[in-house]
């Protein structure tokens, strides 16, 4: 799914009011019922809905739900500023809440003054995307009022003081919503955690807008849905056998680390690796047995990888529970000198570039890291917030020809042709030590069967926080742990399937 900026938007819109035969009304129309047929599905009649309009087209969009709430049986209140100018639309659906007798109307100057009833709903139809500045005044006071109300909080397309795809300033007013109905596509500013807390659960509503212009206008940022994840994913051929889904080595473990090697490991074999190898210190050695006997031992050394005498034309992912001995940092460093295929590094295998940024441009092409943000920071400097750090990353992509994929809540998989992916799988529950181990082997796997750097990195990151989110559903948040993760992967597959 792409991701259009806020101007791009707008000539969506109205492209499909010029190409599809329909008015900018019925448009409004037409969002404000599809969010009518969510509050309906998701609320019972009793609940009592009080909407904040602005002037503009979102405001018109709340004029519009107003009524058909009314019309499906609800109690509605709208709140609004009318001696302000609104929009040709907003006027039109304005006056239509004035012909319904049973909508009350009142102005912004009474919110103060109003009683709130013990089911009430509110909603933001303040500002939509085409906001462009910090919210002030009256308005920013009567936000700031909002959020302190415990009843819950909906934003119509977009939280009122967001803008679409900008950071916002430190101080600016934002309403919190609790639920965000977004029209067609998601906005930038909602994957990003400075931007993305006001958001709360999004919803996707689907208003029907021009699917030509959809594939035709070009856009370089991307949310990796379903339909993506399947077109990627490689059915398994019944004619095969072992060698035809690639060998993978995962280089990984220290004493006292070697749950991480474990669980690269065992996320490795679980996303269809043929075979899987495991370098790591003898140390390791009966664990590793035990735990993953699918999994062929190779001694790296006595209680770290000293050495790296991996399996040959096998892809190599490296990092996990690794430490920071001198004699691994050097180790790792002469293999850099020599290797020129794509990796996978992550974890101490990063800090380890990091304290020797000169191997920073030794990383072979087309390979994938795997940093969480202080990672990053480690690697490549200090940025103000994620919207700068994305910025980074896409001229480090693109200087060093690799693939970076920068975790988060919604983790980016940006692309050395400067192409973003977000990833809107995975929850809270992932945030465990042990997580970034099994992605490494989940994407080293992929990319051992032949799948595209590209699209190993992609459909990596999505199957990880799917099957973080089955474990979450199983377990809970708190209690899943990145074992459970791994053990779901198999449930994903079945899904795909």
């Known amino acids: 799914m792409k991701i259009f900026l806020a101007s791009q938007i707008k000539k969506w819109d109205s492209y499909t009011i010029e190409n599809d035969m329909v008015s900018s009304l019925q448009l409004i129309e037409r969002a404000a019922q599809s969010c009518v047929n969510w509050f309906f599905k998701n609320f019972e009649n009793n609940y009592s809905f009080t909407i904040f309009c602005g002037c503009g087209n979102n405001g ?33 659906n304005l006056q239509r809440c004035r012909e319904i007798s049973g909508i009350a109307l009142r102005d912004f100057e009474h919110y103060g003054d109003f009683v709130f009833k013990e089911n009430s709903i509110i909603i933001d139809a303040l500002f939509g995307i085409g906001l462009n500045r910090n919210i002030e005044g009256k308005i920013a006071n009567l936000i700031n009022f909002l959020n302190n109300l415990s009843f819950p909080r909906i934003s119509i397309d977009i939280p009122s003081g967001l803008m679409a795809d900008k950071m916002i300033d430190d101080n600016a007013v934002v309403f919190k919503a609790d639920e965000t109905l977004t029209f067609q596509a998601w906005k930038k500013s909602m994957l990003h955690p400075e931007t993305g807390i006001f958001c709360g659960n999004i919803h996707l509503i689907d208003i029907f807008l021009s699917d030509e212009f959809n594939s035709i206008e070009p856009s370089a940022e991307f949310v990796i849905g379903e339909k993506l994840s399947h077109e990627i994913y490689k059915i398994r051929n019944e004619f095969s056998h072992k060698g035809t889904y690639g060998k993978t080595t995962i280089v990984a473990g220290s004493f006292g680390k070697m749950g991480a090697a474990v669980l690269a490991t065992k996320a490795a074999l679980k996303s269809g690796s043929g075979l899987t ?121 693109q200087e060093l020809q690799i693939f ?16 973003v992916y977000y990833n809107v799988t995975g929850n809270s529950g992932m945030a465990k030590g042990g997580s970034g181990d099994a992605l490494l082997g989940i994407i080293t796997a992929l990319l051992a069967q032949d799948y595209s750097p590209e699209n190993a990195a992609i459909f990596g990151v999505w199957l990880h926080g799917k099957a973080g989110d089955f474990a979450a559903e199983k377990f809970s948040k708190e209690a899943m742990m990145p074992s459970d993760l791994i053990d779901e992967i198999g449930t994903v597959f079945k899904y795909l399937n």
């Open 60 to 92: 018109g969009d709340g004029f519009a739900i107003a009524r058909l709430l009314y019309y499906k049986g609800f109690e509605v209140t709208v709140f609004t500023e009318e001696k302000q100018g609104f929009s040709e639309d907003a006027l039109v």
């Open 277 to 397: 190898f495991v370098l790591a210190p003898k140390c390791g050695y009966e664990i590793l047995q035990i735990a993953c006997p699918e999994a062929m031992f190779i001694n790296g050394g006595k209680n770290e990888v000293v050495n790296f005498d991996f399996e040959k034309n096998s892809v190599i992912g490296v990092g996990p529970g690794l430490g920071g001995s001198s004699e691994t940092e050097y180790a790792f460093m002469e293999f850099l000198k020599n290797y020129d295929k794509p990796l996978v590094i992550d974890a101490d295998a990063l800090n380890t570039i990091a304290d020797n940024s000169i191997f920073l441009k030794r990383i072979p092409e087309n390979s994938i890291i795997t940093p969480h943000p202080k990672e990053f920071e480690r690697l490549f400097g200090k940025t103000d917030n994620s919207f700068e750090r994305l910025n980074l990353a896409q001229q480090k992509a």
């Open 404 to 419: 970076i994929v920068l975790k988060d809540h919604h983790t980016q998989i940006i692309t050395p042709t400067n192409k």
